[in-house]
């Protein structure tokens, strides 16, 4: 029977490891639950998320604030001069190209759906400090919203997209999170442990992206509805999956260096376009002073927010279970897939280069983000308090209606959401080729065209049976054994780079010192 089974999928897949195979059988199990069972699987699924969040925050506050800090370690150190790749070796990819094909697999689709919709929850329903509808909460909804988006989700990400670009262009690798180990586990990488560590991986970043096809078809069709007075149902979301899908297919076919790399530059364009005009639409001295004031005020608060737990006060400590511990469990579990499809375009860069590029332009560019999207948000509210009784999905279109150019915004806003949708579902079938694969870098265009189909398949049938928040459940709940994961790729790592710099004598030394009593002086030495 196992035999038969890797022979079908050897035969659908080429190149595709009993890795491949076993994420697929599991993932179908899942499905197959979540399908006939959607009730019971999202009760159960959901108490183990919140007794994780509950139990847990603390643990995850440390931990991404550690690698916060383990980041910036590597790019004050003589080690962030080493290379991913070869000594000489150029980066594959402009500059710009680069940014905006890690922006839109990174976050894209999430900054338009949450940019005016979670500075306007923590204004309005639920504020992280202050009292609700005062200048202090607003000034908090920003600062939080900065900061659930910021450095520190980069970090996450920039991690595992280091230590997958280090051991696969600099030390030969295959592109794995399991070769990562190696420093630490030596030849256990290729056994058993290895190979589950890579499975997680795969499935990981396939329902990541089921759930994201979902739900963005579902924003798609509340952004058409508000707009044309199209039903909110089924039958729209399934045609705007089957769309995206096939967009996204063509995309896959071309592979990085057509496909994904015109889409993120067209993504990032259109994204650039609507922030501008939203930026001259509103209160623009408004929002600037309020980006500016902000930023000062992130960076101040920077290390309470990191630690905070609120642990005596009951309200407040809900609010950062709810907030802060979801996106930190959320980061760490869409880090298998963003961090592979990063380390595979930064061939090239050195790690001081990689890090900071990573942790710092995209923050500054949510952060600019939210600033004008909230501040719209909010002065919108202002007058017209229902807006805060849409759903999620709705606000942004609601936020829009109350300027002028409202209808224009809206569609650029729909044809945006439907871009990134497609970009980070292409991005996401390249990382499960690759996968697949056993790490290649170009893996056979019909492994990418199954595994499109498969998770877009997978979104379609929960969508249906009402199960996608369960499998949602699933991803966050697989945070927290990736997490162990990742603190061991972070000792790994610092082993392996350590030995590097030790090899390549690479050290802040001083060639000369002064001699006593004879300082170095620039305005005698002349």
Not at 29 to 55: C, H, K, N, W
Not at 107 to 119: D, K, N, S, Y
Not at 198 to 204: G, N, S, Y
Not at 242 to 268: E, H, K, P
Request: include cysteine; hydrophobic fraction near 55%; charged fraction near 10%.
């Amino acid at each position: 029977m196992t035999r038969n089974a890797n022979s079908f999928f050897q035969k659908l897949l080429p190149g595709s490891t009993s890795v491949g195979t076993g994420a697929i059988v599991l993932l179908l199990i899942m499905v197959v639950i979540g399908a006939v069972l959607p009730t019971e699987f999202q009760q159960i699924t959901q108490q183990a998320r919140d007794y994780i969040t509950y139990s847990l925050g603390w643990y995850y506050l440390l931990l991404v604030t550690g690698i916060v800090g383990f980041c910036l370690f590597f790019i004050i150190s003589p080690m962030g001069d080493i290379r991913l790749g070869e000594p000489g070796t150029k980066p594959e990819y402009s500059k710009t190209s680069w940014l905006a094909m890690l922006f839109s697999a990174g976050m894209g689709i999430g900054l338009v759906f949450f940019g005016a919709a979670e500075p306007l929850s923590h204004y309005a329903i639920a504020a992280p400090n202050g009292e609700v509808g005062s200048q202090a909460a607003l000034a908090d909804a920003l600062r939080y919203s900065f900061f659930h988006w910021g450095i520190h989700a980069w970090s996450v990400y920039a991690i595992i997209a280091l230590s997958l670009a280090y051991f696969k262009f600099r030390k030969k690798e295959r592109g794995l999170l399991s070769v990562t180990l190696k420093p630490l586990f030596l030849q256990w990488t290729e056994r058993l442990p290895g190979k589950a560590i890579d499975m997680v991986c795969l499935i990981a970043t396939a329902i990541g992206v089921a759930t994201t096809l979902g739900f963005g078809a579902v924003q798609i069709n509340s952004g058409l509805s508000y707009l044309f007075g199209l039903p909110e149902n089924f039958h729209i979301q399934f045609i705007i999956i089957l769309a995206a899908t096939v967009c996204f297919l063509a995309s896959a076919i071309t592979g990085v260096d057509r496909g994904i790399q015109l889409l993120s530059n067209i993504n990032v364009l259109l994204a650039l376009l609507l922030l501008v005009v939203v930026l001259a639409v509103g209160p623009t001295v408004h929002i600037m002073n309020a980006f500016v004031d902000t930023v000062g005020a992130y960076f101040q608060q920077f290390i309470r927010m990191s630690f905070r737990t609120a642990a005596f006060n009951p309200v407040h400590h809900e609010w950062i279970e709810k907030w802060t511990i979801f996106y930190w469990a959320w980061w760490l579990s869409w880090a298998p897939f963003v961090g592979t499809f990063i380390a595979r375009i930064s061939k090239g860069r050195t790690i001081r280069e990689f890090l900071t590029h990573v942790m710092l332009i995209p923050t500054l560019f949510s952060f600019l983000w939210f600033s004008v999207f909230g501040i719209l948000a909010v002065d919108a509210y202002d007058l017209h308090p229902e807006l805060a009784q849409l759903t999620a999905e709705q606000i942004l279109f609601g936020v829009f209606n109350s300027y002028s150019l409202g209808i224009t915004l809206s569609i650029v806003a729909v044809f945006l959401i439907f871009c990134f949708f497609i970009t980070s579902a292409d991005s996401a079938t390249h990382v499960l080729a690759m996968l697949s694969e056993n790490g290649v870098l170009t893996p056979h265009t019909r492994t990418k065209v199954v595994w499109g189909a498969l998770i877009a398949a997978i979104s379609v049938i929960l969508l249906a049976a009402g199960g996608l928040g369960a499998l949602q459940n699933m991803l966050m709940i697989i945070a927290l054994p990736f997490s162990v994961v990742i603190i061991l790729m972070m000792i790994a790592l610092y082993i392996e780079v350590r030995h590097e710099q030790k090899e390549m004598g690479l050290y802040l030394k001083p060639e000369q010192y002064p001699e006593k009593g004879s300082p170095f002086r620039s305005y005698e030495d002349m």
